[in-house]
């Protein structure tokens, strides 16, 4: 493959750490045991899975607990309301059953709102009356998949939205692998031209497994479909993926055949923290990507603890579009799990967006944000404004359930303290949003 390089930059395998066995880590052997405890704590609550990569090359250990890839990666005791976590350590620490930790923590789950923006049961596509399971149709071009088998990722994010669905919340979760069904729902709906293939992490799945879900959609020839898309973060937890795991010669070809069926193949970049440009691993997955004549576009939730400093977020995009990335969103951390500890008010989010695209050239201004993605749509805080006497956020729909609604502005009283849309209410005496005739939220 011209152009592309497989030197094996980084040749230690891989390998994951759990709730199970989290205190092998090296680093955590000099944690004391109350701090080992906390991590344990937390992570009963929430997916914890962290790979050699981030603990090793990823994480200074010299600013650990405040270290951003740290708070990233390893639950902590603050994503827990007070009462939950002592309610968890009491029980932890009597002679109560597993039986009885379980329905303790399964209570817990159910009041973090496990499964936000009515993705269980809305936006779920029929064929000939069929649910098709695995699959989100909610913007008229972009059909989402959700494979069986890419329903982990290389390591949990401890912000992540699909949370539920990484903690056997088994009732929550749901995924397909049934392309057969996807390529007939494709040939209905001339109106996709996206298939955004996500997860999970897609790309944990081996390069054959990808290959049967991609090649059937090259190979059925559906003129109407112009872009594949998949959602990653492999760029940042296992760049070896596209460098030198023993499959990635087949994963670049893979997409060199999506190019050469002249679709576009999309990486979606999931990317929180400029730390992760930084190694010569990553440098070289960028490069062997784009070498395929793929594009990178990249996006992060704005998360405090993480990345909630302008300063951040101008080196991110400045140093993404250095590499060939297309800096492509910042979103709103969803409500969900723990976002009483990652969430930032719609105010200070606007503030950091604006102070960081203002500093940044404009190859990187292609960047949108910040973005809520709420049921009705994404919702894109444009700024604020004083208008009559009334402050107000100016708002627009970058994606909406209805079509129509995209790109036109409207107005929620200010709040210094707002995080979401559902804390939102209308300016200028309005009883509802336009789209609250339509639309729930
Ligand atoms: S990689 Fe993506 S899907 Fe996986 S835990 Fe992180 S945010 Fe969630």
């Not at 898309?229 to 499959?247: A, C, E, H, N």
């Not at 930084?278 to 990178?296: L, W, Y």
Request: hydrophobic share 35%; glycine share 6%.
């Amino acid at each position: 493959m011209g152009g592309i390089s497989i030197t094996g930059a980084t040749k230690r395998g891989f390998r994951a750490y759990t709730l199970s066995n989290y205190k092998e880590i090296p680093q955590i052997q000099n944690f004391t045991q109350e701090q080992q405890e906390d991590i344990g704590i937390a992570a009963r609550i929430f997916p914890f899975r962290v790979n050699n990569y981030v603990i090793d090359e990823l994480i200074n250990w010299d600013n650990v607990p405040n270290d951003p890839m740290f708070r990233l990666t390893f639950p902590n005791k603050d994503m827990l309301l007070p009462p939950h976590y002592k309610e968890m350590k009491h029980l932890l620490h009597t002679a109560a059953s597993e039986e009885e930790v379980q329905q303790a923590i399964h209570k817990i789950r159910l009041t973090l709102n496990p499964h936000p923006a009515g993705q269980l049961d809305k936006n779920v596509p029929e064929l000939n009356g069929k649910v098709l399971e695995g699959m989100q149709h909610k913007y008229n071009e972009t059909v989402l998949f959700f494979p069986t088998q890419g329903q982990t990722c290389h390591t949990f994010c401890t912000f992540c939205f699909r949370w539920a669905q990484f903690t056997g919340m088994k009732d929550l979760k749901f995924a397909s692998r049934e392309i057969e069904t996807l390529v007939s729902y494709l040939q209905e709906h001339p109106e996709v031209k996206d298939v955004l293939f996500t997860g999970g992490d897609p790309m944990t799945m081996s390069a054959n497994l990808l290959k049967r879900y991609i090649e059937p959609i090259l190979e059925a020839d559906i003129r109407t479909i112009e872009n594949i898309r998949i959602g990653t973060k492999s760029l940042s937890y296992w760049p070896q993926r596209f460098v030198s795991d023993k499959d990635s010669e087949d994963i670049l070809s893979l997409f060199s055949n999506v190019t050469d069926h002249n679709k576009h193949m999309a990486i979606m970049g999931h990317f929180n923290h400029p730390v992760e440009l930084t190694t010569d691993t990553v440098k070289e997955a960028i490069k062997n990507i784009r070498a395929t004549g793929a594009q990178i576009r990249t996006q992060s939730p704005l998360i405090a603890h993480i990345n909630d400093d302008p300063v951040i977020w101008e080196q991110m995009w400045r140093e993404q579009v250095r590499l060939g990335c297309i800096p492509y969103y910042m979103f709103m951390v969803r409500n969900t799990g723990a976002n009483h500890y990652f969430d930032t008010p719609i105010s200070k989010a606007w503030e950091i967006f604006q102070e960081a695209y203002q500093n940044v050239s404009g190859l990187a201004r292609t960047v949108r944000g910040p973005s809520m993605s709420t049921d009705p749509g994404k919702i894109n805080v444009l700024g604020t404004q004083e208008i009559n006497g009334e402050k107000v956020f100016v708002l627009e729909f970058l994606q909406g359930r209805d079509c129509r609604w995209v790109r036109k502005p409207f107005f929620a009283k200010y709040s210094p303290t707002a995080s979401w849309l559902t804390d939102l209410e209308p300016a200028f005496g309005k009883e509802k949003f336009f789209f609250e005739n339509t639309s729930t939220i």
